[in-house]
């Protein structure tokens, strides 16, 4: 049986228990709307397949790490994790480096530039997920089915659907809701269903992540140098621990991981070109697949997808979980500003056209910057070194980079 959080109501098989709001996805951006949207509808289900992984200050560094920018820290802030999150684990950075491999040229941004302390935080996915859970179990309203699944949902009337759940001993649950959202990643379940398909853009790229102690100290920094193979990111951790997202070729990424320690420190700190000394892995390896893509519709009757489920972007500008957390702002905005009925149509296609241009339109720019960055002609690399240095010294330039980076208009 699922664990019903807050509520009292023992559901027995096949009957059914009703809700307002139903998210399916227990992930960053299904917790994080659980949380923001408790205080605006009586009753929210919200449908886990994979329990939080347990946290403690003595765990390992996680593989998987978000920067998290400005507004989403707002977000958690509001939803009363960020204090948690930062007392947890999380190294906020002041300033960011990138740079055209085998080239001088680069561009510096920090914090002193604006009236921020930070230009964000780097955080494990593992910390997020591990304060989110803590904090849903806190809401009277929120009920978690964990783990279960959803198998599939039908209209029950005009203004509610049928949603059929299953868990892990293999039995159904039905619940009925008025608005059914889809966080549940990239090969969302909500989305099918809705009959909504998705164009995929296959980058032909892996990202190889682990984390590293760097000889010199990392300054607070985010560093990222454009190699001709992909982006390589050292982003700062704890004492001289920098987290490694390493874009590459699929085939170098797989060789990567059967390399020996010693050989795959060498062939990273070649790459980073020594900016931070020596690296010397302090994990195991992993590598993950990169593709792009993009929900035709993020909306359908009374469904409305978040994150992944809706959009997924090349990871080199750290906006992916940004981006999904800026959908769920959005939709809420629009709710509480609203008085139509939950799940209008109205309001869901509000949502569609706010978000489905913005996360098309960084999605496109950051497919356009890899390529850009990995074109091997030497006169290609005179160009780039040429915007790089003049966008450097521009600071309007800067702070436009700065202000979508930040997550502030």
């Known amino acids: 049986m699922p664990s019903l959080v807050g509520s009292e109501m023992c559901i027995r098989d096949r009957a059914i228990e009703d809700f307002d709001v139903v998210i399916v996805g227990g992930g960053i951006v299904g917790l994080s709307a659980a949380c923001m949207l408790a205080p605006m509808v009586e009753r929210i289900a919200l449908v886990n397949k994979i329990p939080a992984p347990e946290w403690s200050p003595e765990s390992d560094y996680g593989l998987r790490v978000s920067a998290i920018n400005l507004a989403s820290q707002k977000l958690l802030t509001e939803i009363g994790v960020w204090d948690h999150i930062q007392q947890m684990r999380c190294a906020s950075y002041h300033d960011m480096v990138v740079w055209q491999g085998l080239a001088d040229a680069e561009m510096h941004f920090s914090a002193n530039m604006t009236r921020y302390n930070s230009l964000g ?131 170098e990424a797989e060789q990567m991981l059967t390399l020996s320690d010693e050989d795959f420190n060498a062939r990273l700190s070649m790459a980073s070109e020594y900016r931070l000394g020596g690296l010397q892995i302090a994990s195991k390896r992993a590598s993950f697949p990169l593709a792009g893509s993009q929900a035709n519709e993020y909306v359908s009757r009374r469904v409305v997808l978040l994150g992944d489920a809706a ?99």
């Open 121 to 251: 935080a780097i955080v494990e996915n593992n910390v997020l997920l591990q304060a989110l859970s803590q904090q849903v179990k806190t809401l009277a309203n929120v009920s978690c089915y964990e783990p279960s699944s959803m198998q599939h949902f039908s209209e029950l009337s005009d203004n509610s659907l049928l949603i059929e759940l299953e868990d892990e001993q293999g039995q159904s649950h039905r619940l009925t809701s008025r608005l059914l959202i889809g966080a549940d990643g990239v090969h969302s379940k909500v989305r099918s269903c809705a009959g909504i398909s998705a164009t995929r853009q296959d980058y032909q790229q892996s990202g190889v992540v682990c984390t590293v102690v760097t000889e010199k100290p990392h300054q607070d920094t985010a560093w990222q140098c454009f190699t001709e193979q992909g982006p390589l990111a050292l982003l700062p951790l704890a004492g001289k621990h920098c987290s490694v997202v390493w874009s590459l070729p699929t085939a």
């Open 311 to 409: 959009h997924a972007i090349h990871p080199l500008a750290g906006l992916g979980l940004n981006l999904g957390l800026e959908d769920l702002v959005c939709l809420q905005q629009l709710m509480q500003a609203s008085d139509r009925e939950l799940g209008s149509e109205r309001v869901l296609h509000c949502y569609q056209r706010a978000r489905k241009t913005e996360n098309s339109s960084m999605q496109q720019a950051l497919e356009a910057i890899d390529k850009l960055f990995r074109q091997p002609q030497p006169w290609f690399r005179s160009l780039r070194s040429i915007g790089f240095s003049a966008s450097n010294r521009c600071k309007p330039i800067k702070m436009a980079f700065m202000r979508r980076a930040l997550g502030v208009r």
